[in-house]
Structure formats: C-alpha cells, structure tokens
C-alpha cells in the first residue's frame, strides 16, 4: 500500500504524543535503524501492551534505546534514542516466562505507582493478578473487537506490504489507496466467526457471524480425530486426502462435471458425505483425511458467507484474520478458494502479514501516550533482525539480551544440528490445484506453529523520513527494476550473494582487526544472512515484497546487526587517497578542452570510473589485475560510442550556462568513482552556474561514500581547484577544514554553492519513498537529478520518472542484468537522458 503524499494517518484524538519535537535522524551513526534522537522525549512513558489469548500471549512495546554514545568529531557525545515497535510471543501457559521478559527489561516501568498496561483478549480478567503480584502493575483491560479493528486500521494505513492474497500457495502484495480502503469487510476467525463493517476509524459495527469457526474445527477434530492440539490437527490436514470421506460431485454422475450448472466433477457436493454410503467405522478412516474434510468445510463455508455479507454491503474488500488462519497457507488458500468461487471472479480474500498481533496493536494504539497519531507509511521502516531477542518461550526461542547472547545461541543451535527456527526455512505447507480440490503438494513432518510469526519484523519509527518530491508519481513508483517474482531471477541473485558471501565476511573481519571476536561476529553473520537467504528462497513473500534492492539492503542490516558497521572502511580510505593524487592533473587536462569535448569527457569519465564496485564479482576481480588508476585509465580507453544507452547528444543540446538552477548528483562509490568522475561533472555544472548537492549514503554500504566522508574528500580536492574551493565554502562545506586548505589565489570564485547531504539510507540501492528530510528540502528547488551507479540508476529507478530533467548514468558490472535490461553485455555503459515533458 502506497499512501499519497502528505496523507497522514488521522485519529480523533486530544492525547499527548510522543514529542518528536526537533527529532532528528542520525544517518551519519553506526547502525541502520536508522535512529532517531528524540531530545524532548520525557523518559517517564511506558509503551506496552498484550493480547492474551488461549494458546499465545501477543506483546507489543516500544523502545527507545539509549544504550551506546556517539562520537563524532562534528558532535559532542551525547545519547541517541531510537523508537522501535517490537512483536513478540509467548505461549500462554509459559506465561512465566512472558512476565520474566517484561520485568527483565523493565517495560513496565513508566508511572511509579500506578502503572498499568494495556491488555485485550481472554488473559486480561484470567491474569490481572498475576501480572499485579509478579510485576505490581495493574492490567487496565480494552475491548477485543475495538482492538482488531483499530490494529487491523493503523496496518493498512501504515505498512506498505501488509494486505496480500494467496492462492495455490504463492501470496501476491496488494496496493491500497489509502484513500479508496474504506469500507472493508473484516472478518475475524477465533472460536466463532465475527464480520465486521469498517468504514473508518473508530467506525465500524458487527454485521455478521457465525458459530462455526476455529472452535468447531477444533473440537469435531479433537472428537473424530484425538489429536490434543489446534497444531497436530493442522499438521494432520497437511498429510489427508478428503476425497476418501468426501462427496464429490463426480461421485454422483459417473465421474463427469455437471456443466450446465457450473460443476466440476472435483467439487465438493456434500463434506463427509461418501461417509453415508460406506460401512466404515471411524477407526476406518484415517485422521489426516477427516481433518482435511473439516478445514475445508469449514473454511469454504466461512469464505461463502463472507462474501455474501460484501455483497450484500456493496464491500469490495474482505480482510481475513483471527486464530483460526495463524499463516496456515492451506487455510488461506481455501478461503481464497471460495470467495473467487461465489464472486465468479469479481472478488478476492486478502489477509494480512501482522494478523496475529491485530488485537495487540489495538490495545497499544489505546494508550494516550502511544505518539502514532499522525505517523505516515513513509515513516515506518521494517526491520528483520535475526530470529531469537524478538521471540519468546519454547515456540520461538529464548529471549537474548544482547548481541553475545544471540552469537551463542546461533552457535550452539548450528552446532547441534538443530533448526533456527526464525527466520531458518522450515517446512512450509503449499497446495495444487485451484483453492484446494488437490492434496497438499508439501508432505513435511514439520509445520510452524505459527508461520506468520516469520514474516513479522521490527517497525522502526522514523518521522525524519519524507517522500521524494521530484517523484512523478510517487503512488505508482516501484523502486525494483529486477521481477524477483521470477524464481529463474530469485535463484540467480541468491547465488551471486552467497558467492560473494566469504569475501564480504572477510573484508568485514578486517575491517575490525581481525580479532578473534571479529572473526566469531563475521561466522555469526554469514550464518544470519545465509539463513535469511534460505528462508527467503523458500517463500520469497515472507518480508513482504521482494525486490533486489530489499535483499541488498537485508545485507546491510545483518552486518550492522552484528556491528560491522563499515566492513570497506580501510579499503574506501585507500582508493580515496589515490585518486586524490591524481585528480590535480585530470583537472589540468579537462581545463584544457573545450566546452564541448569537455562534457563528453566527463560523461565518459563518470563511466568509467563506475567500474570500481566491491559489490561486483566482474569489478573485484579487476582489482587483482592492476592498481586503480590503472584500471581507471584502462576503462576511459575503452569508451566508445554508442553507447549501449546513448542520450548524450540529447543532453548536451539541453546543457549550457544557466541550463539548470540546481542538480542533485546522487553518487555510488568511494574512490575514483566519486573523485575522478562525480566531482569534476559537479565541478562543470557550477562552472556553467548550477548549485549542486551531492547526495550519499546517509551509512556504510559496500564501498560506497557516505555523506559524512565527502566533505572531508570535496576539502582534498578544494586545496588544487578555485572553483571546488569557492562552492564549498558558499555551501558551507569548508567551514571545519579552514585550517587544513592551502591559501590559493580567491580570484573569480564562484558564488554558486557546492553542497552535501545524506539520502536517509544505508544500502547500495535507493527507495525515493523513503529518504531523509534534508533531500527532500534541498530537492525542492532543483530542476536536475543525476543518478549513477548500477544500484540507484539500474537495480532501483530505472523505469522511475521524475518531474524534471534526469540522467541516469552506470557501467553495467553484470552480465545477467546487462542481458536483462538493456540487452547488452558486461561493461556496457547506460547514458540515459529524460528530459522534463
């Protein structure tokens, strides 16, 4: 779901909010969070909440962490508080364990005396004194309808890739217009059935239900089959075949379709019916087979009143959720199954990635202090850390407290031989056939108890992040160029990561000292990443859409996760200095070419110096051949137009002095990349009277710079150039390194400003849906966006289109993506030029 730009999500309210007054992202710091410095934030608020029902206890708190200092030398130390929404659970008889986890990290702390925490679901009268007697607090006990309706709201509204469908096992990510969601039909599947009519926040009214839910599959199960929990009776349904007890409609007529009604002969004319006429005891038939028969039973007839209470409406959306679904692919797909059914088409079932914590949220959302009043989907990012400081009790492993904590607990499990069981893959249930008229095609002994539990992250509040406005169409922008949804593509860059694993670990290593607690960080990190990559290829929907900007941005996480948090640092340096040194003469040489040949020069210099990406298998194997200027001028060589994408000639038509007020130059790599081809292409455009603000990495990603390296490089580089001296100190960049320039001559110094600014991100790829306040700012005003590289000008926004003139320039390192998106070859070079229409 993409919510227009400048919707916010609206609730009648007069509560106090988590003061986000003169709140700030920290990109520049050491962790991807990215973290939030909320400096008027009280310290005396406590954010918890749980739904405690019969089998699972659902916790939801927020944290703000202020356990590490940052140094910089342009900031003092000082404590950095990061919000994030963590979803948890427990099963509900290790309550035990639920309130150890609570007092262990005082969550209810907050209000002295009277604390109280906000509870919904059966546990909130079963456990009040128990939570009183443990922890001292008092459970102040919300309403479970109110609760699903408003956690099921701020979902919608709020997450990206929340709503799916899911028919024959694959889930497919469906894009609400926040404006069109209301009115929905949410259907809640416990014991019982309860339908309700949502038509807006706090608005909605129980228009259906039925007694036939999760609690008569249960019970008649636990009655026909012995099985002594919701979960054996799912796992047996995945190993039945219903056509044993079940009547078909082929069974009536010889094996043929009814046609003239719409029959197949596979469709189910009476659930147990085939019973009747056989002289079987129950003992005869087997549990796996009657179990199946009662899922679908039940669910196709769940879905054909569903439907029938929209139709009725005039709803257009059924939502899905409740104990009942818990993730279960089958349960899903059967429901699916009967709402397309009864709809002929016209309808589909969706259900959504944080069902389970619906009721939670809910009670969360009802604590006058919560602060998401006004929060935006762009100002929600999802975070996978790894597994186990996110779970609790036996179903999801311990709860750790600390990264050594989660290093020994991967460690021990590895060398046991046993399942990480999140995000590790496990068996996971899938069907054939339409809806389920065919067995389930997975006949794996283990089901997860609650599989939508691995598809739910940690929610990072960043109010900090804004849409990019230069975005066309921000609804309709899709950052991915690559359809992952193709398993030929999925299978191919999960192999060219894994490939490039044990080099990135390396250099991650190294970039720490290689120390023995580098080198047990780096195990436990490949371990981490290697274990999101299997789960992933096993159900590639399970974070929410896939892109491949999603997976190289996981990998970045994972590294910070295990504090790697600039794994090429040493390496960045090293390219840095030597490209420095011999920036003075390729000045010298561009100075002396006229304004013509001198664009193209840039153009081509800016190519070839993309070559240099670590992230690259074709690009590190380079490095072994020659040094870096070697390299850099073995690449200029071989610039020959055409190119494979060869705009340039439009460009050039368009460019002159004054052409553009302000570009925005988004650069890649460290090194030659940005020294030999970036800055001197920015030091052209302020030549011809045109800002420029470099924008980059707000953090580490590969080798690529980052806004706080660059000031420090355009300062290196300003010592040699009169105009790069002159911009830097109109934009302000130079104010730090006074002392460190030479005295060179001040004559004809440009007033136009140089400027640098980090893009709220820490990944090779850019998703303009999210970046940080300062670009969208300094984007405001410009008339001319440069995107470079293979990840913000290929991977992401290659088909994207802005409401200004764009270039798009890259070497393409690959050949399956050179194949792919410009049918070419490695090394071919993307000069793509969009001009404002």
């Known amino acids: 779901m993409v919510s227009p730009v400048g919707t916010s999500i609206q609730r009648s309210s007069i509560r106090p909010l988590l003061d986000l007054s003169d709140a700030a992202i920290h990109g520049n ?45 342009r900031n003092k130390s000082s404590p950095i508080l990061g919000g994030r929404l963590h979803f948890i659970k427990f099963e509900t008889h290790k309550i035990n ?63 990206r890739h929340e709503a799916f469908t899911h028919r024959e096992g694959h889930k497919e990510f469906v894009q609400i217009d926040h404006n069109e969601l209301y009115p929905y039909l949410l259907v809640n599947i416990g014991s019982g059935v309860s339908m309700m009519k949502v038509d807006g926040d706090r608005k909605f009214q129980r228009v259906n239900g039925t007694n036939v839910g999760g609690g008569t599959y249960w019970g008649l199960g636990k009655l026909l089959t012995k099985c002594n929990s919701f979960d054996e009776l799912l796992e047996l349904s995945q190993k039945g075949d219903s056509r044993s007890v ?86 899903m797909d059967t429901i699916s199954f009967a709402i397309q059914f009864w709809s002929k088409g016209g309808a589909e079932a969706m259900f959504l990635r944080h069902e389970g914590f619906l009721g939670a949220l809910g009670a969360f959302m009802s604590n006058n202090k919560h602060g998401l009043d006004h929060l935006m989907v762009h100002q929600l990012v999802e975070r996978f850390p790894m597994g186990a400081p996110y779970t609790g009790g036996k179903i999801h492993g311990p709860a750790l407290g600390n990264l050594s904590e989660k290093i020994s607990w991967m460690e021990k499990f590895v060398q046991k031989g046993t399942q990480i069981t999140d995000p590790v893959p496990m068996a996971s249930p ?112 399970a974070y929410g859409k896939l892109g491949l900007a999603n997976l190289l941005e996981l990998r970045e996480e994972c590294l910070r996760e295990f504090n790697f948090f600039d794994a090429y640092r040493t390496i960045k340096q090293r390219e840095n200095e030597a490209s420095l040194a011999v920036l003075p003469d390729l000045l010298l040489e561009l100075d002396s070419m006229n304004e013509e040949t001198r664009l193209l020069t840039l153009i081509e210099g800016v190519l070839a110096a993309n070559i240099f990406d670590w992230g690259s298998s074709a690009c590190v194997d380079l490095y072994h051949k020659g040094t870096i200027i070697e390299i850099y001028r073995m690449s200029r060589k071989k610039m020959q137009r055409p190119w494979r994408v060869d705009d340039f000639d439009a460009f050039r038509e368009r460019m002159g002095f004054g052409a553009h007020k302000r570009a925005l130059l988004f650069v890649d790599n460290s090194g030659a990349d940005v020294i030999l081809g970036m800055l001197p292409l920015a030091r052209e455009l302020l030549r011809r009277g045109t800002e420029v603000v470099l924008v980059a990495n707000s953090l580490p990603a590969l080798n690529d710079v980052t806004a706080v390296e660059l000031p420090k490089i355009v300062a290196e580089a300003a010592k040699h150039c009169d105009i790069l001296r002159g911009a830097a100190e109109a934009g302000g960049l130079l104010v730090d390194a006074m002392n460190n ?29 999210q970046v940080s306040s300062d670009l969208a700012a300094v984007a405001k005003d410009a008339d001319l966006v440069i995107l470079e590289g293979m990840g913000r000008a290929l991977h992401t926004n290659y088909n994207a289109r802005f409401k200004c003139d764009t270039l798009k320039l890259a070497m393409v390192k690959n050949q399956r993506l050179a194949e792919k998106l410009i049918k070419g070859n490695i090394y071919d070079c993307v000069c793509r030029y969009e001009p404002l229409r």
């Open 29 to 73: 710091f050491e962790e991807r969070d990215p973290t939030i410095l909320l400096p008027n934030q009280s310290d005396d608020i406590s954010h918890l909440s749980l739904d405690i029902g019969g089998s699972l206890i659902k916790l939801i708190y927020f944290s703000r962490h202020e356990d590490f200092l940052v140094n910089d030398k």
């Open 97 to 159: 364990e639920c309130l150890e986890f609570i007092r262990s990290k005082q969550l209810h702390i907050g209000d002295g005396d009277n604390a109280v925490i906000k509870v919904t679901g059966g546990g909130a009268y079963k456990f009040a004194d128990l939570f009183k007697e443990k922890l001292g607090v008092s459970i102040e006990k919300e309403d479970e309808i109110d609760c699903l309706v408003t956690g099921a709201n701020f979902l919608l509204q709020a997450i």
């Open 246 to 331: 079940d009547m078909l409609v082929g069974d009536i007529y010889g094996g043929l379709d009814y046609s003239k009604i719409g029959l197949s002969a596979a469709t189910i004319a009476s659930s147990f019916g085939k019973v009747i006429s056989e002289d079987k005891e129950i003992e005869d038939y087997r549990p796996e087979d009657i179990s199946l028969s009662l899922l679908r039973m039940i669910s196709y007839n769940i879905g054909q009143i569903s439907y029938l209470t929209a139709l009725q409406l005039g709803i257009k959306r059924i939502f899905f959720g409740g104990y009942f679904i818990r993730g279960h692919a089958y349960t």
């Open 430 to 541: 899938r069907t054939t056939g339409l809806g389920g008229f065919e067995a389930p095609s997975s006949k794996g002994d283990i089901l997860r108890s609650d599989e939508s539990n691995l598809n739910v992250g940690v929610l990072h509040l960043v109010p900090s992040l804004e849409v990019f406005p230069l975005l066309a169409n921000p609804k309709s922008y899709e950052p991915n160029t690559i359809d992952l949804a193709d398993p030929n593509e999925l299978e191919y860059w999960f192999t060219v990561l894994s490939e490039h694993l044990p080099d990135l670990v390396d250099k991650a290593v190294a970039s720490e000292g290689g120390t023995d607690d580098a080198r047990r960080r780096g195990d436990a990190f490949a371990r981490a990443f290697s274990a999101h990559l299997a789960r992933l290829m096993e159900e590639p929907a």
């Open 741 to 769: 320039i030479l005295e060179v001559s001040r004559q004809k110094l440009p007033s136009t400003p140089l400027m640098v600014v980090g893009n709220g991100c820490g990944s090779p790829c850019i998703d303009l849906r």
